[in-house]
């Protein structure tokens, strides 16, 4: 019986130094290549491990677009994720270039207009889904 609880005592500490990671390359060593590209990934373009928050709503509809950015700003401000954009960020800077005002237009239509710009490029389609139902 003394045998079993010491047993069953020791297992219980050594499950607790147990480390639970899912990060594949910490996996490979320090002087690997992958380990060394991800590290340049992490360094220069935010990471390699995207954050992604579903917003369904109207793109188009400055409420959504404006809390879209007040979330991003909230995210960046507390350092959580690195490099965050939105849908919302993306309105805000093609109207700063277009009347250098960086904010969301609160007409529907300036921001139609807006959208028109940036419908089809890369970015917009990398991170929503841009079919009007």
């Known amino acids: 019986m003394v045998f079993f609880s010491a047993l069953f005592i020791i297992g219980i500490l050594g499950s607790l ?3 639970r990671s899912v990060d594949m390359v910490d996996q ?6 992958i380990k060394q590209t991800t590290r340049l990934i992490e360094k220069y373009f935010g ?3 995207p954050l992604n928050i579903l917003v369904d709503g109207d793109l188009q509809n400055p409420w959504v677009l404006k809390e879209m950015l007040r979330a991003q700003k909230f995210i960046e401000a507390k350092h959580l994720v ?3 954009i939105s849908v919302g960020n993306l309105i805000a800077e093609m109207n700063d270039i277009m ?3 960086k904010i969301v237009p609160d007409d529907k239509a300036k921001i139609g207009n807006l959208w028109f710009l940036i419908e089809g490029q890369d970015i917009l389609t990398s991170i929503s889904n841009t079919e009007k139902k």
Do not use: L, M, Q
């Open 17 to 19: 130094k147990i480390k």
């Open 28 to 33: 490979f060593k320090e002087s690997s290549e």
């Open 47 to 49: 990471g390699a491990n």
């Open 82 to 84: 690195k490099n965050p």
């Open 99 to 101: 009347v250098d005002e």
